[in-house]
């Protein structure tokens, strides 16, 4: 997959430094797979929630973070859409980052 926005996880774990190593394992992980569908990404990554709108939710660092993306799944493209706190996460709709 190709990730698109490192930069985003760059500037989250600057300001989280304790997210660094785990944002920086997501990112290396999911350049290695090759997901065509939401299933595929499930096999991988049980505890992520498969949203509306191809977005996909990942728990960061034992869920003390979420990351949202949105994959386009024909083009194996994935877009980091969000990082935050359970706290930003919950003021935003998922289905529209």
């Known amino acids: 997959m190709r ?3 490192k930069k985003s996880l ?3 774990w600057e300001s989280h430094p304790d997210t660094e190593e785990p944002l920086l394992a997501w990112y290396r992980e999911v350049e290695l797979e090759d997901w065509d569908t ?3 990404v499930k096999a991988k990554y049980g505890n992520a929630s498969i949203v ?4 996909v939710v990942f728990n960061i660092k034992g869920n003390d973070y979420r990351l949202v993306v949105k994959i386009n799944y ?3 493209v994935v877009y980091v ?3 935050g ?5 919950d003021s935003i709709n998922v289905e529209q980052v």
Do not use: C, Q, S
Request: charged share 25%; proline share 8%.
């Open 52 to 55: 509306g709108g191809n977005r």
């Open 3 to 5: 990730v698109i926005v």
């Open 38 to 40: 939401p299933a595929k």
């Open 81 to 83: 859409r969000f990082v």
């Open 10 to 12: 760059r500037l989250f």
């Open 74 to 76: 024909p083009y194996r």
């Open 85 to 89: 706190t359970h706290t930003e996460y």
